[in-house]
């Protein structure tokens, strides 16, 4: 069965990085569009960025010029670098996937990133 399980997520002092990984398993994954959503407290969820199964890239505004989504279909895992963090971008990440954009037929567990002031 497909499983999508998110790692690399924690505490961070505002202005650092962090980079998210997912290893996905139990479908073709160079095949499939890959996504990061968030869900901060008390918020809904949103999409922050998505790459195609040809490697094309979106992001949300919130997360242009800061993060960076790219997949190494080798090791069927898709990466989100997170750099210049600030305390907005605390919530928990999801990744997710899907043969349509955007990808959210598939979900991770989630995984929790802090910001702190």
């Known amino acids: 069965q497909v499983q999508l399980v998110e790692s690399g997520g924690g505490l961070v002092q505002a202005g650092g990085s962090l980079k998210l990984s997912c290893a996905a398993s139990?479908?073709?994954?160079?095949?499939?569009?890959m996504a990061w959503y968030r869900q901060a407290p008390g918020k809904q969820r949103e999409l922050v960025a998505t790459i195609t199964s040809g490697a094309s890239t979106n992001y949300a505004d919130s997360a242009k010029d800061r993060f960076t989504i790219s997949r190494d279909n080798a090791k069927n895992t898709v990466f989100l670098q997170m750099n210049s963090l600030n305390p907005e971008d605390t919530a928990v990440y999801y990744c997710a996937t899907g043969r349509r954009m955007p990808p959210k037929e598939y979900w991770g567990q989630g995984i929790q990133v802090t910001v702190s002031s």
């Open positions: 139990g479908f073709i994954f160079r095949i499939n569009h």
